[in-house]
């Protein structure tokens, strides 16, 4: 197997969460959240595993021999959802990174100057394209949540929500040199789904999505018919899946081969044909976040994926 993707970077960006909670301020329109006991005791108590959680994942990917940089949120800060760094910035090839403006208040003060440095010290970073402004206007597009990048088509795949505001998105797309791709999308209660990514992944020879979640019958079929005509092989996904993140994953470069991370809650939920489809390219990855997965998001949400080149040629992970 070639271990070579431009889809799949070798090395992630993680955050080890000190004061992590079901953020309250996400919870009107993230349907796969969950809301969590006020009480004192059990909310450090929740905090503590999840910070567990994480140690342990990251651990894992780097056995699989993904680079990993680990990063602790310092816990003075009021930032519940700082373990999902994928929403506040990007990298990609060439040396750029994108920084995002966030919906939530408290998401805003998850933006870390030092993971910034990091990058600039280890890869080769040419500039750094900051869209944060555009909160005071009300734009928002989170990161790699709001868009599923296909880095070899060159398409940006966006669900609309409050998240993924058009304006943003055009500004990124011809920054970057994406296509964008918009579609309306609803659950079984007629509720947007809030970011792109718990609903599909794109890896190097295949997609994974619920097609189903997008309302225009025309939509469905042009999606269907651009992630296919890269030689991908389609993987269908229903609703229950998608409930239990299984369209929330991602492909990673390992020393000895491609991986796709995942949730031990979503790979158990995958049918034997669809584990034989992904294991044809990639091996599989599980991680146990269940605590984690309370916030609403799951693993693809804690991996901001580097796609920029090292300075220095050995891959040693930072856990």
């Not at 734009?139 to 790699?144: A, D, P, Q, R, S």
């Not at 929330?248 to 584990?275: I, M």
Request: hydrophobic share 40%.
């Amino acid at each position: 197997m070639n271990t070579v993707s431009i889809q799949a970077p070798s090395s992630v960006v993680m955050v080890r969460p000190h004061c992590f909670l079901p953020n309250p301020q996400t919870a009107a329109d993230n349907a796969f959240q969950h809301a969590s006991d006020d009480d004192a005791s059990r909310s450090a108590s929740v905090s503590s595993i999840a910070r567990d959680e994480v140690t342990t994942a990251a651990q894992a990917l780097a056995d699989a021999g993904v680079r990993v940089h680990l990063f602790d949120d310092h816990g003075e800060l009021d930032t519940p959802d700082s373990v999902f760094p994928n929403n506040w910035f990007s990298t990609h090839p060439g040396g750029h990174i994108a920084l995002y403006p966030m919906r939530s208040v408290n998401r805003r003060r998850e933006r870390r100057p030092d993971v910034i440095e990091m990058l600039k010290a280890k890869y080769r970073v040419q500039d750094v394209i900051d869209y944060s402004g555009l909160e005071y206007d009300e734009v928002f597009l989170e990161g790699t949540g709001a868009m599923v990048l296909d880095h070899v088509a060159r398409i940006a795949y966006t669900a609309r929500s409050r998240r993924a505001d058009p304006v943003a998105l055009e500004r990124f797309c011809t920054h970057f040199n994406f296509e964008p791709i918009c579609f309306d999308t609803a659950d079984a209660e007629g509720r947007p789904i809030y970011h792109t990514n718990v609903m599909m992944s794109i890896a190097t020879e295949f997609a994974m999505i619920c097609l189903d979640l997008v309302t225009d019958r025309h939509r469905r079929e042009e999606i269907a018919r651009r992630l296919t005509e890269t030689g991908r092989t389609l993987i269908a996904l229903d609703q229950s899946q998608i409930e239990n993140f299984a369209g929330n994953t991602l492909e990673l470069s390992g020393k000895t081969g491609r991986v796709l991370a995942l949730s031990r809650r979503a790979l158990d939920c995958l049918t034997l044909d669809q584990r034989a489809t992904i294991q044809r390219s990639a091996r599989l990855v599980p991680l146990n976040v269940p605590t984690i997965e309370l916030a609403g998001g799951s693993v693809r949400c804690m991996l901001a994926g580097i796609h920029l080149m090292p300075r220095s040629p050995r891959c040693v992970s930072d856990v």
